[in-house]
C-alpha cells in the first residue's frame, strides 16, 4: 500500500514499519518543493567558491558539517527506498533480506549501481514507467555526493592565525590538485575551502534531492 502525502511517513515509503522509513520528518517537511526535472545536475551541484579567508569562531563549521552529513543520510533512505520499489519484493522476509543485502555494501557508488541494475529489470518489465526521471535521479546523487563527501573527508583548518576553514588534508590526492597554482592564502593545492555558510547552502540541497525522489517512487507505483 502507498502511503500519501502527510500520513506521517515519506512519499515512497513501502513499509512503514521497516528500518528504511526513519526520515519521515524531514520527508514530511521538505525544505522546498522541487521536480528532479528542474534540477540541472551540472550547476545546481557545483562547488562554492572557495573562500579567500577564515572565520574566526570554527564552532559554527564544526555544526555545519554535522547537519551536510545527517542530511546526506536522507539522500541514502531515499535511495535504499527506490531501490526496494524496483526490486519489488513480494513478501516481508524478502524485503528485509533484500533489503538488508543492499544496506551491506559499503559505498554509495556500489549502491547506485545495484539500483542501476535492478531498473533494468524493473522498466523492461514496466515500459510505461518513464526510466529519464531516473536516470536524473542517479546523475543528481552521483554528483551530489561530491560535495557530501567534501564535508565527509575534509577537516577544519586555521589557515592564518585564529582563522579556520574546512579543506581538504593534502593527503587526499582526489581533492587536492598536484601542481600549485595562485592562492591567497598559500594553500595552492586545495580543491575546496568552505566556511559555515558554504555548507549551509549545500545540506538543504540533499533535502530536496530526498524529496524529489520520494516524489518518484510514489510516481512509479501509481503512475496514474
Avoid at 525544505?31 to 534540477?39: G, M, P, V, Y
Avoid at 573562500?51 to 535504499?80: C, F, H, K
Avoid at 535521479?137 to 555526493?145: P, Y
Avoid at 538543504?204 to 516524489?215: H, Q, R, S, T
Wanted: with cysteine; net charge neutral; proline share 7%.
Amino acid at each position: 500500500m502507498l502511503l500519501q502525502s502527510g500520513a506521517g511517513f515519506p512519499r515512497g515509503c513501502i513499509r512503514p514499519e521497516s528500518v528504511f522509513c526513519s526520515w519521515g520528518d524531514i520527508m514530511a517537511n521538505p525544505t522546498r518543493k522541487l521536480e528532479i526535472s528542474n534540477i540541472n545536475a551540472e550547476t545546481y551541484w557545483k562547488r562554492p567558491a572557495s573562500q579567500p579567508t577564515g572565520v574566526e569562531n570554527s564552532d559554527p563549521i564544526y555544526t555545519a558539517v554535522g547537519r551536510t552529513l545527517s542530511s546526506w543520510e536522507n539522500v541514502e533512505e531515499a535511495i535504499t527506498n527506490l531501490f526496494m520499489t524496483l526490486s519489488q519484493p513480494a513478501t516481508d522476509a524478502s524485503y528485509m533480506t533484500v533489503g538488508r543485502a543492499f544496506g551491506s555494501m559499503m559505498s554509495g557508488a556500489a549502491r547506485r549501481s545495484a539500483t542501476e541494475a535492478a531498473a533494468d529489470i524493473f522498466f523492461k518489465l514496466n515500459p510505461s514507467s518513464p526510466r529519464g526521471p531516473f536516470n536524473q535521479i542517479i546523475e543528481n546523487t552521483r554528483k551530489a555526493s561530491v560535495l557530501r563527501d567534501d564535508a565527509a573527508h575534509g577537516r577544519v583548518s586555521e589557515v592564518s592565525k585564529d582563522r579556520y576553514l574546512l579543506m581538504p588534508p593534502s593527503y587526499n590526492s582526489t581533492r587536492t590538485i598536484a601542481s600549485s597554482k595562485i592562492d591567497p592564502l598559500g594553500f595552492e593545492f586545495a580543491e575546496y575551502r568552505y566556511n559555515a555558510d558554504d555548507l549551509n547552502t549545500i545540506w538543504p540541497k540533499f533535502n530536496v534531492l530526498a524529496n524529489a525522489i520520494g516524489d518518484y517512487i510514489q510516481f512509479i507505483r501509481s503512475p496514474s
